[in-house]
């Protein structure tokens, strides 16, 4: 499916949430904390729930409003519960790819959510299938899922202690035994899992804007190469030997994450302001007014119109029911499509010079129809600022920008992206200008994308799409050679 006309944006695989919470509704509070992270992935959504003697699931294809209504809600009951919300970055839109996902076996049931991308998968995958493991999917939470439960020896919580040493890329999970619920991170902290604490309960989400969302409070972020374990006993910690430093992905504060969430410490809608702010530091231009693209570039432009002392204008409406479900229309109709989800305000751009702020390029292809629309409008200059870098490698952690083709300016350089876009001048913030914006030092986030420095060694079978991994993989706690 062509997305590009409807959303020119990288895509976050999935969000996940978990909530140990004794005599209260837990599906029902996991139903709000999976739509306060709807943001994170509008294909599928799924709650599984235990009340201790069994484990209780649903999920279906659509958004979480179209999966759940009263009457499957009031069949979970229980005291623990984890739910996911998911976009297909490895593995087809489908609901054998839906989460959670449920083991079955002599040890117990267990099932898993998974937000990130494995980089060893065909390696895992041949040895998983040595051993007999059956796969009913493609994707690679399915992979992971299996590998704890083959290679389930000890506690639950000690097999993935184990299995940690041998999954390879980006992962956050959330695990749900009968009467256990563990959180997950990997030792990168690639992908974001936060802590909270709603009354004696507990509860895990991808970001904090769905503890807000049912009351909880904060706690504080997981930790990388950290697994929590929470049940009646309260809370336990085991910490896997974290990697040097984190690498945080960069991309869940320039367009990810919801602007009113706190990750590991910094606050989004602080950091995309701060962007906007050295973005007019780096590249002032004379114009009359500074317009946002809605919704991701709006927090930067408001820093960029205060720091240049310009007028801060809403210059586009968005239609809010152009989404996952429009109709895809043919070659000389896509325009169309961006034209119902944007319209500019007409009457402020008459004769004006504008300044049109986002939080980046992938494609390039809805900026371009945007600029079209501005033109339209009566602009007389328009001038687009991009709060980060050019994107020029594809990331293989779990946003689905994996072919160097699809971006735009890895193959293009920027004065013919500025052509091709129609604007009269094109300016991007500076890696360095991006890092300054926050507390913490440069090395703990991920820039892969723009710079090409990977944290994680991807395979060529990883980035050649799922071909064979090598004849042997050796993994001797496990027995197999």
């Not at 009566?378 to 160097?404: K, N, Q």
Request: net charge positive; glycine share 10%.
């Amino acid at each position: 499916m062509w997305r590009g006309f409807i959303d020119d944006k990288p895509r976050e695989e999935c969000g996940v949430f978990g909530i140990y919470a004794p005599g209260q509704d837990v599906a029902q509070l996991t139903y709000y904390g999976l739509y306060a992270l709807q943001h994170r992935g509008q294909e599928s959504a799924g709650i599984a729930v235990s009340d201790g003697a069994e484990i209780q699931l649903h999920k279906n294809m659509g958004l979480v409003a179209e999966v759940f209504n009263e009457t499957n809600l009031g069949l979970l009951k229980g005291n623990l519960a984890i739910g996911h919300v998911r976009y297909s970055t490895t593995g087809a839109s489908s609901l054998a790819n839906a989460q959670p996902m449920v083991s079955r076996s002599s040890h117990g049931s267990f099932c898993l959510a998974h937000n990130g991308n494995l980089t060893n998968v065909a390696e895992l995958r041949q040895t998983l299938g040595r051993s007999g493991a059956i796969f009913r999917s493609t994707s690679d939470s399915e992979l992971i899922l299996n590998f704890i439960t083959c290679f389930r020896q000890n506690s639950l919580p000690e097999t993935i202690k184990q299995c940690m040493g041998y999954l390879k890329g980006a992962y956050s999970l959330v695990v749900m035994t009968k009467n256990q619920l563990i959180g997950v991170r990997d030792p990168r902290g690639i992908r974001p899992l936060c802590l909270g604490k709603l009354g004696k309960g507990y509860v895990l989400a991808s970001e904090s804007c769905a503890l807000d969302a049912i009351g909880a409070r904060l706690v504080r972020d997981i930790k990388p190469g950290e697994i929590v374990v929470i049940d009646e006993s309260g809370l336990k910690s085991v910490q896997v030997p974290p990697a040097r430093h984190r690498s945080l992905c960069i991309f869940e504060y320039i367009y990810l994450a919801r602007q009113d969430s706190i990750i590991d410490g910094e606050t989004v809608n602080m950091v995309r302001q701060a962007f906007g702010r050295q973005l007019a530091r780096e590249c002032r231009v004379d114009a009359d007014m500074v317009i946002p693209v809605p919704d991701s570039g709006r927090v930067a432009a408001l820093g960029y119109s205060e720091t240049a002392g310009l007028p801060f204008k809403e210059g586009l409406t968005k239609n809010r029911y152009v989404g996952r479900t429009f109709i895809q229309p043919v070659q000389n109709l896509r325009e169309l499509g961006v034209r119902l989800k944007f319209n500019p305000i007409k009457d402020i751009f008459k004769g004006q010079r504008v300044v049109m702020v986002d939080d980046s390029i992938v494609r390039g292809t809805t900026c371009r129809q945007i600029v079209k629309m501005l033109r339209e409008a009566g602009a007389r200059e328009v001038h687009f600022m991009v709060a980060s870098p050019p994107v020029l490698y594809p990331c293989y952690y779990g946003i689905d920008t994996a072919s160097p083709g699809q971006l735009l300016a890895a193959r293009c350089s920027q004065e013919e992206i500025q052509k091709y876009l129609g604007v009269d001048s094109l300016y991007y913030l500076s890696l360095r200008g991006l890092l300054a914006a926050f507390k913490a030092p440069a090395q703990e986030f991920c820039t892969a994308c723009f710079d090409g420095q990977y944290p994680i060694a991807v395979s060529a079978f990883t980035a050649l799409d799922n071909q064979q991994g090598p004849d042997v993989c050796i993994m001797p706690e496990f027995g197999i050679i």
